[in-house]
């Protein structure tokens, strides 16, 4: 079976957000990044109410710039706590060309050996047995070969025949 899907930035957008959501629950990074934000929480708590008790008891009037190191601080921990979404808006716009190996027109091909994607300048064919998931959100099928690279099948360009053909192509991987 043979389709064509083209992949916009719009689809390797949502298809990083998915991929960082879903490090970001596994159990091995989880419990790292609260500990890192508990850490990083109690020292921004220290350092801010040292920074108000000196500006409240009126000490350390050299230092004229108070008011601006807290705006600072603040502005900091916010794009802190936004960096990934930041990371991938750069990643997406500066990083992927769009005659390159992700974007653009690519011709799938199923059979019942494995999956094939190729494009003008990129193929790749990988075997089910090579297919480590299956998974699917309200945008898109990825069919995951490693931790963070998939085959993106936007849903709205494929249709159920397809999505059952992978399915009973991934179910019969092990027989």
Not at 27 to 39: E, P, R, T
Request: glycine content about 4%.
């Amino acid at each position: 079976m043979k389709f064509t899907v083209d992949i916009t930035k719009e689809e390797f957008k949502k298809f990083n957000y998915y991929v960082m959501a879903k490090i970001n629950q596994s159990k091995a990074i989880k419990w790292k990044l609260q500990a890192f934000y508990l850490i990083f929480g109690g020292l921004l708590t220290v350092f801010l109410f040292e920074m108000y008790l000196v500006y409240k008891n009126e000490c350390c009037f050299s230092y004229s710039n108070l008011n601006s190191a807290m705006i600072a601080l603040g502005v900091w921990f916010v794009i802190l706590n936004l960096w990934q979404q930041i990371y991938i808006r750069l990643f997406i716009s500066a990083g992927v060309d769009e005659q390159g190996s992700v974007l653009g027109l690519w011709e799938i091909e199923i059979t019942e050996y494995g999956i094939s994607e190729s494009n003008s300048l990129f193929s790749s064919t990988f075997a089910w047995e090579g297919i480590k998931s299956v998974e699917k959100d309200k945008h898109s099928l990825y069919l995951f070969s490693d931790a963070v690279k998939a085959i993106i099948l936007p849903l709205e360009q494929i249709s159920e025949e397809i999505e059952s053909e992978i399915t009973k192509n991934i179910t019969n991987r092990s027989k």
